[in-house]
């Protein structure tokens, strides 16, 4: 992940819209010396434009010609604000045409970028309403590489303060370590670290466990979930203390998603694996991630894991799923 953290090369997929203009400052905040930086604007399959008569009042070459030199103009213009911000930056820009999406993730493939960094909403997106649009949804779970998800500003560009990374036991979470690490020593930022305890999530809500267990073992299990969470979080921030990074940690109680998203500011950055399952505490980033997202106010770097170690991950945490089941 040392290329995914230090930025190098990466992609921006950029639709003109002002939502997306944040994706450009936060990727030149992130881009390291010399970064190779890609703005890529996908356009619709262009159609000729006819008269009343069935004639042609525009040709469809015409049409595509016409939207890739507004294409291009726009990139012209994303690139000079890219480099204000990192002026050591090799820019290229690149336009093609097809499905958004399908098109972000085969340039990524093809250019073997490190990162792609994209808003939550573009063109077409109500006002005011930010949302994790289909094409980032749909980037984000297919594309290889680490996606960053960036929150619409307004208008001015939104330093990012500190990193924040949730933890929930599972390899795969920690997986965000790494990245967390290597961004916080090159950009001098903190980090957070937050396990979340919801035992709620690990019992079945009919039941009445204070009566069926006793409220002294109900209560012995609550304790062994928070040392377990207090474990972690320590043992991970002490190592980024000796990492040479200003580090913070912390429990809380309740939803998993609804808890992280009231611990985050916009000026942070959260980075998280987009799968993930404790066996411990059952709840798993695979399934918070986009509530994240799209109910949060700070920019996400998720970070993919290949297919088997999910597969492997899973599987483990179905075998050691508590008898009396959960809610999902």
Known sequence: MDRAA?????????????AAGAALDAAAWLAAHGAAITLLQVLPEPRAIPDVLGGTIVSRDD???SSRRAAQAELGA??????TRAPTARIESLVSIGDPAETIVAVARERDVALIVLTCHGRGAAPGRPTFGSVA????R???????????????PRPIQRLV????????AERAM??????ARRRDLPAHLISVVDVADRLVPALDYAAAIGAQRLDELVAGCHAAAAQLVEGHGARLLRDGVTASWSIANGPAATTILESLAPSDLLILSSHG??????????SVAEKLIQNGRAHVLLLPAPPDVVAAAEAGAAQTEPAAGGRS
């Not at 994303?78 to 480099?83: D, E, F, S």
């Open 6 to 18: 230090g930025a190098t090369p990466i992609l921006i997929p950029f639709d003109g819209s002002p």
């Open 63 to 65: 049409m595509e010609r």
């Open 78 to 83: 994303a690139g000079r604000r890219v480099r």
């Open 137 to 140: 949804h749909r980037v984000a």
């Open 142 to 156: 297919t594309a290889r590489q680490p996606v960053m998800i960036v929150q619409p500003d307004d208008g001015e």
């Open 165 to 172: 990374v949730p933890l929930d036991g599972s390899p795969l």
């Open 178 to 183: 790494p990245v967390a690490t290597a961004i």
């Open 277 to 286: 399952m404790s066996s411990v505490r059952r709840w798993h980033l695979g």
